[in-house]
């Protein structure tokens, strides 16, 4: 089944303490994006990844980092979170644009429900 | 920078009513759009998408979305909404670079 697979679901930890949400799809895309979902707020990207070692900054990339050594893994990690980072996270992946510029759809993760105290 | 703009954030109506959820955006130049939903405790899911032609796009589920180009928008419609219809819906532009910006959403309520 494609899909793309987030863990942990629901992750509580304290300020300060290096965490890492993994992401990895099996649909052999080359877009892979992070966003937090907040109320009102809709969903923020922090990072994204057009292909294999290629990563750039989102709309709220502070206090995030990823890295995409595979295709199919686009890990977040947090290295000293703080409570202004509680959110939920999702990931998502998508072929590349199409020649033209045409845009194609985001398959999204499950999230990640993430509290940090 | 890119911004969308869901005017309705809760929206509340009854089985049978129809809807309307308003989207615009702030892009001036060639711009993909999208409609997802999200349902209670699931992920987002496309509704409809529009890349280029007729700009009158339909999608799942009895949805159908408008692109006014003059007035950067593109609202989503449905004639009769169920129950079922109930979640979040959020429109989103991808515009010539490679962001992809979301509104805020708008959280519909049908009641049986």
């Known amino acids: 089944e494609a899909q793309v697979t987030q863990n942990p679901r629901y992750l509580i930890t304290v300020t300060g303490k290096k965490l890492t949400v993994t992401c990895s799809q099996n649909m052999n895309h080359e877009y892979m994006s992070w966003y937090r979902q907040d109320p009102g707020l809709g969903l923020r990207q922090i990072y994204y990844?057009?292909?294999?070692?290629?990563?750039d900054k989102g709309d709220v990339p502070e206090g995030y980092k990823v890295s995409r050594k595979e295709k199919r893994n686009f890990p977040l990690i947090l290295e000293s979170p703080s409570p202004n980072q509680t959110s939920l996270y999702f990931c998502?992946?998508?072929?590349?644009?199409?020649?033209?510029?045409?845009?194609?759809?985001?398959?999204f993760g499950p999230g990640t429900r993430l509290t940090v105290l | 920078a890119q911004s969308v703009s869901q005017h309705n954030h809760h929206v509340i109506l009854s089985e049978a009513a129809s809807l309307e959820l308003g989207c615009n955006y702030s892009?001036?130049?060639?711009?993909?759009l999208f409609w997802y939903v999200q349902y209670p405790g699931q992920h987002l899911q496309l509704l409809l998408k529009?890349?280029?032609?007729?700009?009158l796009v339909k999608g799942i589920k009895g949805f159908e979305a408008e692109f006014i180009k003059s007035k950067f928008s593109f609202n989503l419609r449905k004639p009769s909404v169920q129950w079922s219809d109930t979640a979040e819906y959020f429109c989103a532009v991808h515009n010539a670079g490679n962001m992809l910006t979301f509104g805020g959403g708008t959280r519909l309520m049908v009641k049986p």
């Open positions: 529009y890349f280029s032609g007729d700009p």
């Open positions: 998502a992946s998508s072929l590349p644009r199409l020649a033209g510029g045409t845009s194609n759809e985001q398959f």
């Open positions: 990844s057009m292909n294999v070692e290629v990563t």
């Open positions: 892009y001036g130049g060639t711009v993909n």
